[in-house]
Nanobody
Framework: QVQLVESGGGLVQAGGSLRLSCAAS????????MGWYRQAPGKERELVAS???????NYADSVKGRFSISKDNAKNTVYLQMNSLKPDDTAVYFC??????????WGQGTQVTVSS
């Protein structure tokens, strides 16, 4: 298992930016992929962006061109840079680690609120 700690959420006006961080308790090289998910009230949790150990990225259509996922292997940290935020981006954002042998770990989540 791996412990994940998210930070960087908060309240921002529409059009603004936030950067989320997810610090892992073990080396990124032991993790197959990292992902950011979000869950808005009354909605299912959805994938926002992911990055593999090799650095390949994937984005939900709703955030393409606005959000960017990256990682710093030396700091065991994954980032989600969110620009041009919209009220529809309001949700709790979770970090997930995909580990070998089908295991995974989730962070506790960080609230992002975008006001109109």
């Amino acid at each position: 298992q791996v412990q994940l700690v998210e930070s960087g959420g908060g309240l921002v006006q529409a059009g603004g930016s936030l950067r989320l961080s997810c610090a892992a308790s073990r080396s990124m090289f032991s993790i197959n992929a990292m992902g950011w998910y979000r869950q808005a009230p009354g909605k299912e949790r959805e994938l926002v962006a992911s990055i593999t150990r090799g650095g390949s990225t994937n984005y939900a259509d709703s955030v393409k061109g606005r959000f960017s996922i990256s990682k710093d292997n030396a700091k065991n940290t994954v980032y989600l840079q969110m620009n041009s935020l919209k009220p529809d981006d309001t949700a709790v954002y979770f970090c997930k680690a995909d580990l070998p042998f089908g295991q995974n770990s989730w962070g506790q989540g960080t609230q992002v609120t975008v006001s109109s």
